[in-house]
């Protein structure tokens, strides 16, 4: 039972580089997520999308972009990296609504440094 | 907009009890949500609370009062693989909003 993938899990970029993560699920989720989490900052929101076709910015959006290829899959790409995204980038996924819409699965991680 | 202060470390004996606290405001409020994070790993969801009261889960319980805007944690006799960080997080709308985390730190 895969749950949330995401990859790569280890990433060096140099600053103005541009790389996406992938993220997948199947758990059969219509809500999909992109936090990242630095020190004393806890889990930020990047981007969320409700449902397929849908996406939306959350608290810190500038610098990204995503798509939502399809149920499943959810990506998040840094189109000109700057040291400030230096940080572990999770992607997550929940049901749309009701009470098991508040709980949500995450993936293992991705380590992303910009140098 | 909505915002969640919880502290920030928290220290306790092994074998004791110790209660984390979470204050909230949001506007719109669909419950509170814990959940744990160990170093180097993902976080795991631990308990919901949507009503007010009192949630046990095995040693974790969770409590809401929505007229305080106010929650907690109790995790009881405590082992040292409880050493994590512990959040709370609230649903708005589609969006679901973490707080800043609490590192509990358990001594032997």
């Known amino acids: 039972n895969a749950g949330v993938t995401q990859t790569p899990k280890f990433q060096v970029l140099k600053t103005g580089q541009s790389m996406t993560l992938q993220c997948a699920q199947d758990m059969n989720h219509n809500s999909m997520y992109w936090y990242r989490q630095d020190p004393g900052m806890g889990l930020r929101l990047i981007y969320y999308s409700a449902s397929e076709g849908t996406t939306d910015k959350g608290e810190v959006p500038n610098g990204y972009n995503v798509s939502r290829l399809n149920k499943r899959e959810f990506s998040l790409r840094l189109e000109s990296a700057a040291p400030s995204q230096t940080s572990v980038y999770f992607c997550a996924s929940s049901e749309a609504g009701g009470p098991w819409g508040n709980t949500i699965y995450f993936g293992e991680g991705s380590w992303l440094t910009v140098v | 907009g909505q915002s969640l202060e919880q502290p920030s470390e928290v220290t306790a004996v092994e074998g004791a009890i110790v209660q984390i606290n979470c204050t909230y405001q949001?506007?719109?409020?669909?419950?509170l949500s814990w959940y744990q994070q160990h170093d180097g790993g993902a976080p795991t969801f631990l308990s919901y609370?949507?009503?007010?009261g009192l949630e046990e889960t095995g040693r974790f319980s969770s409590f809401l009062s929505r007229s305080d805007s106010y929650g907690y944690l109790l995790l009881q006799e405590l082992q040292m693989k409880d050493s994590a960080s512990y959040f709370c997080?609230?649903?708005?709308?589609?969006?679901?909003?973490f707080g800043k985390g609490t590192r509990l730190h358990i001594l032997p």
């Open positions: 949001t506007s719109g409020f669909y419950g």
């Open positions: 609370n949507a009503l007010d």
């Open positions: 997080a609230v649903r708005r709308d589609d969006k679901i909003i």
